[in-house]
């Protein structure tokens, strides 16, 4: 094998030399009779503990596989320490917002219901679909975590205290998302929080007002939408604080 | 009236004190089937010259409707010179990167043929579309310009040579894109390129790094679509060196 294979999938095996490793039916149907790939080919596998490897089809059915662990061809690390709590939105632009953040590398997507939420029901089934997805395409090494929506109270009290809070807002003394980030403790752990389209209501205002540890972050003049919003202060994190200093993959 | 009307409507007619606009079948039949506004309700309108405007309706019918300027609630200000150039993708994923790009202040749209490009054709008709919806909702003041697709060479050459072009790209030099937008000009208008995601050839490559005013920019170490890498390189450039050093719109 000599470049890296183009197939990635996340599994739940352990990975490690010598392992053989069968996948699921899903799986391994989409190896067989989408890509049409056959034994003696190579895939690359991940699992979020172990980091990335390469691996041999070594036989392949209808509904079955069964892999040969080869070698190691990165080493498990975390993706940054980034959390994203969104007031849930419609389908469509759901799975947009859960898709790019992964790419994004954010590490925790939890949905926030808040008073002037509209949509307040999130397919779990259908977000971790379109999460193992991504995180296949987008070469990280783990899936982010997707929390069950929970109204912004509970949110904010089962959120660490000393985690910052990074809320996105049109009001009162946001300062811009450059100075808000540019002013974080170095390599701290953040949550961005996104609110519903129609804003905050004054009470869940003061609950954040009132709270530690909390920066108000404006996005600029326009209007964004909810997605556009969560995406954009995770890029600027990122950017900033993030693991975008790192050099980009070397593809070509 | 005492707030900002909430409907917000882009038309091409002048706007000035005193004016009497009248709407497109498709604008008055939105305002009396869908929003159900009647005579003397009021609407906000801007036409990307005169500022924006609030009108109330004098009149309104089948495919018809009439408007009263009043006053004018915002001066006329231009979208941040920043432009995004970009190889054309699918339908959906082409919807979702121009609406957002158009809420992310992008002043120009250009599709970019390049020979790793598998969408040739943009429906410069659904793109318009899009974008006025998308400026009329994200408050802006005017819409971007959609450029026809042309091909890479083209669209170089007839780039205005003293324009900072930069190139979103995997390969060689490319610093993290924080460090590139933080090294631009002050003020300085700039190009955003996005290259396929089969990536840009050799030979265009070769086309970039020859050419003078180019910089290269990583975005991190993950896989990003082109939406993504489209969207996050817009916001990088807002936040850092566009119009988000400026106070978000104060709604409540």
């Not at 053989?20 to 991940?46: I, M």
């Not at 849930?88 to 992964?102: G, S, Y």
């Not at 540019?182 to 209501?201: D, K, M, N």
Request: charge should be negative; include cysteine; proline fraction near 7%.
């Amino acid at each position: 094998m000599s470049e890296k294979p183009a197939t990635r999938l996340y599994i739940e095996s352990d990975l490690a030399d010598g392992a053989v490793v069968g996948l699921s039916p899903d799986h391994a149907h989409f190896l067989r009779s989408v890509l049409r790939l056959e034994p003696g080919r190579w895939v690359t596998l991940f699992n979020g503990r172990d980091g990335e490897w390469s691996a041999r089809i070594d036989g392949i059915g209808k509904g079955w596989a069964s892999l040969a662990v080869g070698t190691r061809l990165r080493e498990q690390s975390a993706s940054p320490d980034v959390w994203l709590y969104f007031a849930p939105i419609k389908r469509a632009r759901l799975d947009f917002l859960v898709q790019k953040a992964t790419e994004l590398g954010v590490g925790r997507i939890q949905p926030v219901v808040t008073q002037r939420t509209i949509v307040e029901r999130v397919k779990g089934e259908r977000l971790s679909a379109n999460v193992i997805e991504a995180s296949e395409q987008c070469e990280r090494l783990d899936l982010p975590e997707i929390g069950d929506p929970m109204r912004l109270d509970k949110a904010l009290a089962d959120h660490p205290a000393d985690r910052t809070l990074v809320a996105c807002v049109e009001f009162g003394d946001a300062r811009p998302v450059v100075e808000v980030v540019s002013t974080l403790p170095a390599g701290a752990p953040v949550t961005l929080l996104i609110g519903p389209e129609g804003g905050f209501t004054p009470e869940e205002r003061t609950l954040l007002e009132t709270r530690e540890n909390v920066r108000f972050a404006g996005l600029g003049p326009r209007i964004l939408r909810a997605e556009t919003a969560g995406l954009a202060a995770l890029t600027v994190w990122q950017a900033l604080a993030g693991d975008w200093a790192e050099a980009p993959p070397k593809r070509y």
